[in-house]
C-alpha cells in the first residue's frame, strides 16, 4: 500500500477504494493531510483498517480519525459501525483496555493564583494516586462491593456520597452500560481488579495539572465554562487488569468459536462472534462491566485529586468540577441516519467519538479541552485539522 493507492475525497479525507481488495465489503477512509498521511504509512495502521473493512455486515466504511496509529486489531483512532441485523462483535477489535478514556477537571481559579503551590498540589496528588506498572490500593473491594461497582457503574459511588451528581451527568452514559453482567467477568479478572480502582497504572496513562493557554471557540469555552490561564486537571486511564484480563479471556473463546465455525479470517486479531452467539452476549455483558469499572476508576481517581487539591489549597482553591468524561476501546448500540433511513447499529470505536458528538455536530466542542493542547501538540495538530475538514464537508 502505497500514498498513490489511496483517492483523495477532499484535502483532509482519503479513501482506500474496495476494489483494492477483493475482501474489503467496504471503502475505507482516512481523516489526515498530506503531512499527517505520511505518517500514516510508518506503522501496520493502513493494514488494519483494510482489514476492518473486510468484516462481515460493516457499514458505510471502515474509518480512522486524524490521530491514526498502530493498535491491536483496529488501528487505533479506528472507528466502523455495523447493521444489527448482520452483526458481529469483535473483542480484539475493542481492545485490552476497555474503555481507556480521559476526564477534565476544572478549576475556577488561574495558574498565577496558585503558582507557588503547584509542585506541593503535584506531590500530594503523586501520594494519593497510585501509579506505575502494578500499581495498586491498600484497600481492597470485596465480592459483593465489586459487583456492584461491575453493575452500576459511577452512580454506585455518588449514592454513597462519594463525587456529586455532575461527576455522572457530565460523563459518557453517565458512568453506566446499562447491560453489564458480572456474572460474565472471570473470577480471575475480578481478582485483578479488587485493589485497582483509583489506580492510574503506566504506559500512556498520565494524570496531569494543566492550564488553559489558548481558546479556539470563544463561544463554545463559555459554554463549558473555561478562561485562559484556567487550571485544570486531566486524567487518562482505563479499566487496569480486570478489562485486559477480561480482553484475554473473550479472545480466547472467540478464537475456539472462530475454528468450530470454519471463520477465516484476515487478521486473527479481528476474531469476531455473532452478537446475538452465547459468545456475544457473554462478552457484551463482560465489556461493559469492565468499561463500568474503568468510568468508577476514572471517578475514585478524581475523588482522591479532590481531597490532595482541598488539603493543599484549601477553602481557597474551591471546586473541581467534571467537564467531560469520554472514551475510546468500546463497543455501543447507537441509531444513525443511512440513505434517509434510520438504523440500529453496534460501533465499535478506538476513538473517543463521544467528544464529536455530544455539543457541537462540527466538532468545534475539542476547543474545550485545550488544556493539554501543550501535552500532546501532534495530537492536537490532527483533531483541529479534523474539526476543519469537518466543517467544510
Not at 297 to 322: F, Q
Request: hydrophobic share 35%; with cysteine.
Amino acid at each position: 500500500m502505497q500514498k498513490t493507492d489511496l483517492k483523495k475525497v477532499t484535502p483532509y479525507l482519503w479513501e482506500i477504494p474496495k476494489k483494492h481488495w477483493d475482501k474489503m465489503n467496504v471503502p475505507a477512509r482516512v481523516y489526515a493531510d498530506e503531512k499527517l498521511l505520511e505518517k500514516v504509512f510508518e506503522d501496520r495502521s493502513i493494514g488494519q483498517l483494510i482489514n476492518v473493512a473486510t468484516l462481515p455486515g460493516i457499514q458505510k466504511w471502515a474509518l480512522a480519525m486524524p490521530d491514526i496509529h498502530e493498535g491491536y486489531g483496529f488501528p487505533i483512532g479506528g472507528v466502523a459501525a455495523f447493521d444489527l441485523d448482520e452483526e458481529i462483535i469483535s473483542p480484539g477489535g475493542v481492545g485490552y483496555d476497555i474503555n481507556c478514556g480521559v476526564r477534565l477537571l476544572k478549576s475556577q481559579i488561574t495558574f498565577k493564583e496558585i503558582k507557588d503551590k503547584i509542585l506541593p498540589l503535584v506531590n500530594q496528588i503523586q501520594r494519593d494516586v497510585p501509579s506505575g506498572l502494578g500499581s495498586r490500593m491498600r484497600d481492597k473491594l470485596n465480592n459483593i462491593q465489586l459487583n456492584r461497582v461491575l453493575e452500576n457503574g459511577v452512580k454506585e459511588l455518588v449514592g454513597q456520597g462519594i463525587g456529586e451528581k455532575l461527576d455522572f451527568e457530565n460523563c459518557e452514559e453517565y458512568g453506566s452500560m446499562k447491560n453489564a453482567d458480572p456474572e460474565k467477568v472471570s473470577e480471575r479478572a475480578k481478582n485483578r481488579g479488587k485493589d485497582g480502582l483509583g489506580t492510574l497504572g503506566s504506559g500512556n496513562h498520565f494524570l496531569e495539572t494543566q492550564r488553559v493557554e489558548e481558546i479556539f471557540d470563544e463561544e463554545v469555552a463559555k459554554k463549558f465554562g473555561l478562561f485562559l490561564g484556567q487550571v485544570t486537571i486531566m486524567i487518562h486511564c482505563g479499566s487496569r487488569g480486570l478489562g485486559h484480563q477480561v480482553a484475554t479471556d473473550y479472545i480466547r473463546e472467540f478464537l475456539k468459536y472462530s475454528q468450530k465455525n470454519n471463520i477465516r479470517l484476515a487478521d486473527r486479531e479481528l476474531v469476531y462472534a455473532p452478537i446475538g452467539s452465547k459468545e456475544g452476549k457473554n462478552y457484551l455483558g463482560a465489556m461493559a462491566a469492565a468499561a463500568n469499572f474503568a468510568w468508577v476508576n476514572r471517578h475514585t481517581i478524581s475523588h482522591n485529586v479532590r481531597g490532595a487539591w482541598k488539603r493543599i489549597l484549601g477553602d481557597s482553591g474551591g471546586k473541581l468540577e467534571l467537564l467531560y468524561d469520554v472514551a475510546h476501546n468500546m463497543a455501543k448500540f447507537e441509531e444513525h441516519g443511512v440513505n434517509k433511513e434510520k438504523k440500529c447499529f453496534a460501533s465499535i470505536e478506538k476513538e473517543p467519538q463521544e467528544l464529536f458528538r455530544r455539543e457541537e455536530k462540527n466538532c468545534r466542542n475539542i476547543s474545550g479541552t485545550s488544556a493539554s493542547r501543550s501535552l500532546f501538540p501532534v495530537l492536537w495538530e490532527r483533531l483541529l485539522m479534523f474539526s476543519s475538514a469537518l466543517k467544510k464537508q
